[in-house]
């Protein structure tokens, strides 16, 4: 099993300043590396693939990057809509996600 | 656009089966090319893959459920399900049916159904 570990559990951050999310894999897993946004009472949705891709419709304040076993995401300008759960999903093997970042917007 | 709907009991019983079916949009399960996955989260906590069916029926399950978890497809209804076994109060979650459509990623899913094992 390749164990994604995210950091910090959780981050606060002012308005419009940008947030900085880590995931780490216990091994590599080249660029097949997701992020995915979940607010509360919500499915999660699709932010980013192969590390560095934003999937349909997502925002450029939101980017990936990295590869192997280091990933960030960033989130520019932050807004109170930003608030949520961001996780990590490695699929170069069968899937597994991290423990999830909780941003808040102070 | 896929559209997915999970639906079934939202209460069972512990040593008992859940059994829960994701209807998807009409004529998706037509194509072999996409995946078919269940993703559970149990309150308060994080996410945890399932298993997965393509629509020609082949299957990869999470090694920690292997043992206790069927999927299965139906392409006349639009449906794929999924069924767990010997229930204890740690299969407690809201299940999440899921497929990757346009990327290897997770970006179509359902809105989740919440099942509690309890007596």
């Known amino acids: 099993e390749i164990v994604m570990t995210q950091s910090p559990a959780t981050l606060s951050v002012s308005p419009g300043e940008r947030a900085t999310l880590s995931c780490r894999a216990s091994?590599?897993?080249?660029?097949?590396l997701a992020w995915y946004q979940q607010k509360s009472g919500q499915a999660p949705r699709l932010l980013i693939y192969?590390?560095?891709t934003r999937a349909t419709g997502i925002p450029a304040k939101f980017s990936g990057s990295g590869s192997g076993t280091e990933f960030t995401l960033t989130i520019s300008s932050l807004q109170s809509e930003d608030s949520a759960v961001y996780y990590c999903?490695?699929?170069?093997?069968?899937?597994?996600f991290g423990g999830g970042t909780k941003v808040e917007i102070k | 656009q896929v559209q997915l709907q999970e639906s079934g009991p939202g209460l069972v019983k512990p040593s008992q089966t859940l059994s829960l079916t994701c209807t998807v949009s009409?004529?998706?399960?037509?194509?072999?090319?996409?995946?078919w996955s269940w993703i559970r989260q149990p309150a308060g906590k994080g996410l945890e893959w399932i298993g997965r069916?393509?629509?020609?029926?082949?299957?990869l399950y999470n090694p920690s459920l292997k043992s206790r978890v069927t999927m299965s497809v139906d392409t006349s209804k639009s449906q794929f399900s999924l069924k767990v076994t010997s229930v204890t109060a740690a299969d407690t979650a809201v299940y999440y049916c899921?497929?990757?459509?346009?990327?290897?990623?997770?970006?179509?899913w359902g809105q989740g159904t919440l099942v509690t094992v309890s007596s």
């Open positions: 899921a497929t990757t459509v346009l990327t290897e990623a997770f970006d179509y």
């Open positions: 009409p004529g998706s399960l037509s194509s072999d090319s996409y995946y």
């Open positions: 069916i393509y629509t020609s029926g082949s299957s």
């Open positions: 091994q590599s897993v080249s660029s097949n």
């Open positions: 192969g590390a560095s």
């Open positions: 999903q490695q699929y170069n093997y069968w899937p597994t």
